[in-house]
């Protein structure tokens, strides 16, 4: 079994002249020398596999290591299936936007807030309509206004060129 798993050492590839030593049934045998650990690895037909390479002197278990392994990824696996993959939505008005419109819009973002998605509100300013910005604020605020659960302004509203956007997450529930 020389397969090397991501720095993990097993049989002959630990040096080190005594190991902490955990038999396969989970005892603490203290500290042996790894020649004799070898040994009763192999009476067992199991492997010496390093554990904590960095305690002093290290801890080895005598275990299966393809076992091992298997349940190393498994538990990765599973990890990375539990993690939530945060994304940034995006929704796009403009200042002159109708009330039936506006709802809509609010109602995407309330949709996207309670998905657990940060969403990013921007408002296209065209033309003449850069000289009242002030109608922008006053969008973005009826949008906050028509949002029906709790959220967090992570960025305020803001002046980015033609644009003006405001970022804003689902406040954290306990």
Not at 16 to 36: C, F, S, Y
Not at 83 to 106: C, F, H, N, W, Y
């Amino acid at each position: 079994m020389a397969d090397n798993n991501k720095g993990t050492r097993i049989n002959e590839q630990i040096r080190v002249r005594e190991v902490r030593l955990i038999d396969d049934e989970g005892n603490q045998k203290g500290i042996v020398p790894t020649v004799e650990a070898l040994k009763m690895a192999k009476e067992r037909e199991l492997d010496l596999v390093e554990v904590a390479p960095n305690a002093n002197p290290p801890v080895c278990k005598i275990l299966d290591f393809g076992k091992y392994r298997f349940e190393q990824e498994k538990k990765l696996r599973d990890s990375k299936r539990n993690q939530k993959v945060l994304k940034l939505k995006e929704i796009r008005m403009q200042p002159k936007i109708g009330s039936g419109d506006l709802d809509t819009k609010a109602k995407h973002v309330q949709e996207f807030l309670d998905e657990g998605d940060k969403v990013k509100v921007t408002i296209r300013f065209r033309g003449r309509e850069l000289a009242h910005t002030e109608l922008g604020f006053d969008v973005l605020n009826e949008v906050l206004k028509r949002l029906t659960s709790a959220y967090v302004i992570e960025k305020p509203a803001a002046m980015e060129g033609k644009f003006m956007s405001m970022t804003i997450s689902a406040k954290a529930t306990k």
